[in-house]
């Protein structure tokens, strides 16, 4: 062997593997209790996420999830066990979310107030550009991106864990309670969808994959689909067009595919069983706030350990959030202030004073040992200092060194610097509460939104759309 190999096969390589979804740092963590948060909403609302909110999303996605997969397999392709085997067959579904995307702004007056994942980019290559600049005005690092930060991203969750959205929970391959929603989709598009339909390319005389497989080079999908679906952005069969696009955010009403929403949300298996039940007793709940709900879901489950947890957490963590908003309250935009100045004021006295005490609830409570409990312990336990300027001081400094995302402020030579403007109401820890009673009123489940939750559209960490 020569000296230049040896020294080759002797020099140490990184190899790095990855998981089809990254590990996100989301905005809002302010405390670094989102790990013990997360654990608490699988308790309340398994097998989702904040951004599974909208049954005609599922819908949607259920249609782009069919109607991909039969063009990936006139392609020749069959398996999704690899990762990039799984590349090629989102690479068939993006173009089909994004066109969803462009077709509710061309077809809906108040799409600003609908969750469209891209629509900075969608609506100026839709509307400006007429459809000339590639991949949807998106750079490639934003195409690509799109992955995890577009709908099916923000939905996947529910394809891989609720009953019949994809065999076996492999999230790519159509089950029954996708193929059902699918079906019901395309029969409402009329003149609007594809040429060929559902289930029909290989045999329908208008199919472009009767004649021939789709040859094309990674990346060049969204240009066959903008070919073979022109009609995309034209209304659907006379009065469908709001039975097809994402609904308001704030529109809180059943929706006509309900029954096959609630088969697959509310179906009979544990994790069904847990998210109907849950729903039932938020809106059984004489409540005014969310608080409130979760004492009422304390003792609605009590054989749930983390489920019990529930009032004390979210006592303790919407204290500490509040204290955090009223130094952010004080600073009022300034470069910095002195530690002590902050730590006088009338506002950020009274706010460390209620963290304070339910940091002693916490401490005083029987606490189950659930995952991720000892964050909690950990943060109850730094705030018991004497003076208001020590609590500040040890908030801040914990805050910078366990907070997720980017940070609020940080205390250097006595003075407070803000790092960042916090956002109205994105910092609070919720549970999925909103998210979960939503999908159960636009299923039938529940016949209203319960009052007590409606603030929480706003206030939940990962609920927030996620934009480029």
């Known amino acids: 062997m020569s000296t230049h190999a040896t020294l080759e096969s002797a020099t140490p390589r990184l190899l790095f593997t990855a998981p089809w979804e990254p590990v996100v740092v989301r905005r809002g963590d302010a405390l670094g209790l989102r790990a013990f948060a997360d654990h608490l909403a699988d ?12 049954g005609r999303w599922i819908t949607i996605l259920s249609w782009c999830l069919a109607r991909s997969h039969e063009v990936f397999h006139a392609t020749g392709a069959r398996s999704v066990a690899s990762r990039r085997e799984q590349q090629r ?13 462009a077709r509710t702004i061309a077809l809906a007056d108040n799409w600003g107030e609908r969750s469209l994942a891209g629509r900075r ?11 000339q600049t590639d991949r949807f005005g998106m750079s490639t690092d934003q195409f690509r991106a799109y992955r995890q930060t577009g709908m099916y991203g923000g939905y996947r969750i529910a394809f891989r864990k609720w009953a019949r959205m994809t065999l076996g929970g492999d999230g790519w391959t159509p089950g029954s309670g996708t193929t059902e929603l699918a079906r019901w989709l395309d029969g409402r598009l009329g ?4 040429p060929w339909p559902l289930n029909e390319a290989d045999e329908h005389k208008d199919s472009p994959l009767l004649r021939r497989a789709p040859r094309l080079d990674l990346g060049d999908e969204h240009k066959w689909w903008l070919r073979h679906w022109i009609d995309f952005r034209e209304p ?16 809180y009403e059943a929706l006509p595919e309900r029954e096959h929403i609630e088969a697959v949300a509310f179906a009979a298996d544990a994790g069904g069983t847990r998210r109907r039940a849950v729903a039932g007793q938020v809106l059984k709940a004489s409540a005014g706030d969310h608080a409130e709900v979760c004492e009422h879901l304390a003792r609605a489950f009590t054989e749930v350990p983390a489920i019990r947890l529930l009032p004390f957490f979210t006592r303790l963590a919407d204290a500490g959030v509040d204290a955090m908003n009223s130094i952010a309250a004080e600073l009022h935009g300034e470069r910095d202030r002195l530690l002590t100045d902050i730590s006088q004021a009338r506002s950020v006295r009274d706010a460390m004073d209620r963290l304070s005490q339910e940091a002693d609830r916490w401490r005083q409570a029987r606490i189950e040992d659930v995952p991720h409990v000892h964050t909690v312990a950990r943060f109850a336990e730094t705030v018991r200092a004497a ?8 908030l801040l400094e914990y805050h910078e060194l366990h907070g997720g995302g980017l940070r609020w402020f940080v205390v250097r030579d006595h003075r407070v610097e803000p790092r960042m403007r916090p956002r109205a109401g994105s910092a609070r820890y919720r549970f999925r509460l909103w998210a979960l009673c939503r999908l159960a009123v636009q299923s039938g489940v529940l016949r209203r ?20």
């Open 387 to 394: 003076s208001t300027t020590d609590r500040v001081r040890v």
């Open 236 to 251: 659907a069969s006379k009065g469908q067009d709001e039975r097809t696009l994402p609904r308001p955010r704030g529109e």
């Open 191 to 194: 003149p609007s969808r594809p």
């Open 449 to 468: 939104m319960p009052r007590s939750i409606l603030d929480d559209a706003s206030a939940g960490g990962d609920g927030e759309d996620v934009d480029d």
């Open 121 to 131: 980019r969608v609506r100026p290559w839709l509307q400006e550009n007429e459809m």
């Open 89 to 101: 067959r989102y690479a068939w579904l993006r173009p089909l979310e994004l066109m969803w995307v």
């Open 43 to 54: 308790a309340v609302a398994p097998g989702m996420s904040n951004r599974v909110n909208d």
